[in-house]
Each structure stands twice: as C-alpha cells, then as structure tokens.
C-alpha cells in the first residue's frame, strides 16, 4: 500500500515511534526582592565581642548592634580610641580599613565618625561609630593603626574634621591653599575654589 501521506504542518513522528522531545517550558522568574528599608532598622548584636566590650567599658559603650549583617558599636567620642585598641589587641582586629564621616548638617553633632575594622583570625569585619559637633575635634588612631595616616587626612580635607595626635594633618587630595570641604552637604556638588583655580590656573571657572 502506498504510504499514508501527513497534512502539511504535522510533525512527522522518528523511526520507532518516539515523538519528537518537547521544548523545556520557560524558567518562572524569581520573586522580586523586598525593597531596601527607607530607614535604618537594627537588630541588637550579642555574642563573645559585645559581651566583652561592655565588660570592659560599660556606659562608653552606647550601643551594639548589626544593620543588614553588618555589626557595628557606637561609643562616645573619648572611648574610641580605648576601644580600638582594645579590639587589635584583645580580640585580633588588627587592621584598619577605613576611616569615614557622614554629614548630618542639622543634627547637633553634625559628623558621625566610623572606623571599619577587619580581623583576619576571625574572618570578621566590625564598624566603630562616634558623633561629634562641629568645631569638636576626634582622637588620631594613628598610634595603633599606620594606615590611618592617609584616612584620617583625607576625613579632614573632604569633611573638616580634625583629629588630635595626628603627626602630619593637612589635605591629601586638594591644594593646601584650598577653600571649604568637599563633601559636606552644604557645599554644592559643581562647586569650587574659584580663587585657587584664578590664581592657580590662569582661568576663570566653567561651573
């Protein structure tokens, strides 16, 4: 008998009878992520390092907690230091990564001051927080860290802020001769020093 012949368009099945393989269906696509909280929800931070921190220092330790995984402890501006120490030499946070300041212009203690902290026996990195008014001037951890040599001039020529003990403050990114702090918040985002860039490079500023 001649072959059966298929309407056009109709798959023709393979030899043995196996139909053709199926086209996997498409991946569902992934729940869409929580949105980042607008404000700063903490959760309290216990354990062995909190522990032994306000053993040690009681009330200069205002708070312990953790912000997205991320530990941090809070203490007055004359237990920094103290504290810092304490955590290198006690408890291996012996490098120093970073040293930063957030602007809060219409708080009463304008600058808050954190110092980051890696450990590389425990894997661990922590954050050591301060405010201080303008005007205030912190503590330099130069003494216990070298590398805050350069962090805590850059805080200075970006933000003002000065930190006592330290061997050599002045600006490390802009002219010594330059006017006002960069990264304050009342200082415009195209503003500059347009009697340096005058003075200094024979022209007068685009901004």
């Given at each position: 008998?001649?072959?059966?012949?298929?309407?056009?368009?109709?798959?023709?099945?393979?030899?043995?009878?196996?139909?053709?393989?199926?086209?996997?269906?498409?991946?569902?696509?992934?729940?869409?992520?929580?949105?980042?909280?607008?404000t700063m929800v903490t959760t309290p931070w216990d354990g062995e390092i909190p522990g032994r921190l306000k053993e040690q220092?009681?009330?200069?330790?205002?708070?312990?907690?953790?912000y997205l995984d991320q530990n941090f402890v809070v203490a007055k501006p004359d237990a920094v230091i103290p504290i810092l120490d304490f955590l290198k030499l006690e408890l291996d946070f012996d490098y120093l990564v970073d040293?930063?300041?957030?602007?809060?212009?219409?708080?009463?203690?304008?600058?808050?001051?954190?110092?980051?902290?890696?450990?590389?026996?425990?894997?661990e990195r922590l954050r050591v927080k301060t405010s201080i008014p303008e005007g205030a001037t912190a503590a330099s951890a130069?003494?216990?860290y070298p590398t805050a040599n350069w962090l805590e001039r850059e805080a200075y020529d970006m933000f003002g802020v000065e930190f006592a003990g330290h061997p050599d403050l002045r600006r490390i990114l802009l002219p010594e001769e330059w006017e006002g702090f960069p990264l304050r918040k009342d200082y415009g985002i195209t503003q500059m020093d347009n009697r340096w860039v005058r003075e200094n490079l024979g022209i007068e500023s685009g901004q």
């Open positions: 008998m001649p072959d059966e012949v298929k309407p056009e368009g109709t798959a023709q099945a393979p030899a043995g009878g196996t139909a053709a393989p199926k086209s996997p269906a498409p991946k569902a696509s992934p729940p869409p992520k929580p949105p980042v909280p607008t220092f009681g009330g200069q330790v205002v708070e312990c907690a953790s040293v930063t300041v957030v602007d809060w212009p219409k708080k009463p203690e304008r600058f808050e001051l954190i110092w980051i902290l890696y450990s590389f026996h425990r894997n130069v003494s216990l």
